[in-house]
C-alpha cells in the first residue's frame, strides 16, 4: 500500500501530524503505537459510523498490541447537547480510562467535536487522536484544535482549544457518505482555494468533480491542500485573536443566517449554507466595487456545477420557505462573530483576494438579500 501523504501543523510543543489517503483506519495501531502513553484507547463514535468502521478500526489496533473499548452516541447534531455530553462522559467512565489512555475519534465532526471536548477535560485531560470519517472532518473540524459542544443559546459556546496528537483521513471511507454530506464538505474545500489559493480553485474548477466521484489521487490530493491551507492559518493564529483566522468564515456570515433560518435542520447543511453564502460574499464584493463581476460568477458557476444549491429559493426541498432579507440580517448580527453589533464580513478582492471587512454599507448588504430572496 502506498506511503499516505503528511500534513504537520505546527504548533510549539503540540505540533502533529495528519496522515491522508486510502485504508488508514486498518493501519492507524500501527501509525498511532507509537504516540500513545499506554496501550489503551477508547474510541467514540456514532450509530452510524460504528457498524462501518468500528470493528475494522478496534481490530487494528488489537493488531498492534493496543487494547480498544468502543462507545457510540445516536448520530447527528443532537450529540452534542450538554446532556448527551454527561452521559458520554460516564460511558467512558465506565470504560475505566486512566490518564494514560487516549480517546480516538471516529465519525465526522459531532463526533470529532464531542470526543475532542470530552478528552480535554475528562481525567482533567486524556490525549486524542481523530480518525475524520465525513469530508467536512477531515478538511476542516479535525484540523485547528477547536472542540464544544452546543447550549440553548447556540452551538460551539461551550469549549475547549485542544489539539489531538494524530489525525487520520481515510479517504476511502467517504465512499458510504451520503452524497448530500460530501457534496457539503467539497463547499469548504472550494473555500480555502476562494481565500487565498487562486490556483488550487482552478484546480478544484477542473477536479472537483473527480474528487465527488471517488477518484483516490483526486481526493488524497484536495484534502492535503485544504489541512495545509487550514494548519497554516491555524498555526499563526490558533486562538483566532488576529483576522487571519477569521477568513476561514469566508461565506459563514451569511451561511449562519440561513442557517438560523432554517433551524440548523436538515434542510440545509452547514455545507451547503456555506456555498450559498460564499457566492453571496462575492456578490456582495463587486456590489461594494471590490471584485470584478467574473469571479463572482466563476465562484457562483463552480458550485452549482458541482451540485450545491446556489439559489435560496431551491433549499428545504418539501419544506420551501419565504425568505426574507431584513429577518437575515437579524440573524447576521446574533451571530457570536458580530462585535458590538457590527457585522463582519469575509469580502474578497477576486478569487483567493479575501479580508475581513466590518465596514460593510448595510443598504449594500440589504439591497443585496432582497435581490437574493427574489431570485
Ligand atoms: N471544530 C471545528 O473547527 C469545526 C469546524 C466545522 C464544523 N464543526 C462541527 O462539525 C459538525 C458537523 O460535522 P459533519 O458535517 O461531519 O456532521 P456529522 O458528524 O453529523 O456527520 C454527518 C452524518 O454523516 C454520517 N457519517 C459520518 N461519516 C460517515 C461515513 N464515512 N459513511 C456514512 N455515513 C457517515 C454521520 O453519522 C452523520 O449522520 C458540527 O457540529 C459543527 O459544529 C467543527
Ligand atoms: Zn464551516
Redesign the pocket.
Known amino acids: 500500500m502506498s506511503e499516505p501523504r503528511t500534513v504537520h501543523v505546527d504548533l510549539a510543543g503540540r505540533g502533529y501530524d495528519i496522515a491522508i489517503g486510502p485504508g488508514l483506519i486498518d493501519r492507524a495501531g500501527a501509525l498511532s503505537a507509537g504516540l500513545l502513553a499506554a496501550p489503551r484507547v477508547t474510541i467514540v463514535s456514532?450509530e452510524?459510523?460504528a457498524p462501518?468502521y468500528g470493528k475494522r478500526l478496534a481490530a487494528s489496533f488489537r493488531n498492534a498490541g493496543i487494547k480498544a473499548a468502543l462507545v457510540t452516541v445516536p448520530?447527528?447534531?443532537s450529540s452534542?447537547e450538554f446532556a448527551s455530553f454527561a452521559r458520554l462522559m460516564n460511558d467512558l467512565l465506565d470504560s475505566r480510562p486512566d490518564r494514560k489512555s487516549t480517546l480516538v475519534a471516529l465519525?465526522?465532526?459531532?463526533?470529532?467535536?464531542l470526543t475532542g471536548f470530552a478528552a480535554s477535560v475528562l481525567l482533567r485531560g486524556l490525549d486524542f487522536i481523530q480518525v475524520p470519517?465525513?469530508l467536512?472532518?477531515q478538511v476542516?473540524?479535525s484540523v485547528?484544535g477547536?472542540?464544544?459542544i452546543n447550549t440553548r443559546h447556540g452551538?460551539?459556546l461551550v469549549g475547549t482549544f485542544y489539539q489531538p496528537r494524530l489525525v487520520l483521513a481515510d479517504t476511502a471511507?467517504?465512499d458510504?457518505?451520503?452524497r448530500r454530506?460530501l457534496l457539503?464538505?467539497y463547499a469548504e474545500v472550494a473555500k480555502y482555494g476562494l481565500i487565498d489559493d487562486p490556483g488550487f480553485f482552478a484546480w478544484c474548477e477542473k477536479n472537483g468533480a473527480a474528487v465527488l466521484a471517488g477518484d483516490a489521487a483526486a481526493r488524497t490530493h484536495a484534502i492535503e491542500q485544504s489541512c495545509l491551507a487550514k494548519a497554516r492559518i491555524v498555526a499563526a493564529d490558533e486562538r483566532e485573536t488576529t483576522d487571519l483566522r477569521a477568513l476561514l468564515n469566508l461565506g459563514h456570515t451569511f451561511g449562519h443566517a440561513l442557517e438560523a433560518e432554517t433551524g440548523f435542520g436538515p434542510d440545509l447543511?452547514?455545507?451547503e449554507a456555506v456555498a450559498a453564502g460564499m457566492a453571496m460574499a462575492f456578490d456582495l464584493s463587486v456590489r461594494l466595487g471590490l471584485c470584478p463581476a467574473a469571479d463572482a460568477q466563476r465562484v457562483r458557476t463552480h458550485l452549482a456545477d458541482v451540485g450545491l444549491p446556489m439559489r435560496l429559493r431551491s433549499i428545504g426541498g418539501d419544506n420551501r420557505r419565504v425568505w426574507d432579507a431584513v429577518r437575515l440580517i437579524g440573524h447576521m448580527r446574533g451571530d457570536k462573530k458580530a462585535e458590538d453589533g457590527k457585522l463582519a464580513f469575509v469580502l474578497a478582492r477576486g478569487i483567493g483576494g479575501a479580508f475581513v471587512s466590518r465596514e460593510v454599507d448595510e443598504t449594500v448588504l440589504h439591497d443585496l438579500l432582497v435581490d437574493a430572496v427574489a431570485a
Open positions: 456514532d452510524t459510523v462501518l448520530a447527528g447534531e452534542k465519525g465526522g465532526g459531532v463526533v470529532g467535536d470519517t465525513t467536512l472532518a476542516d473540524s485547528g477547536k472542540t464544544g452551538k460551539n471511507v467517504l458510504t457518505l451520503p454530506e457539503a464538505g447543511l452547514h455545507g
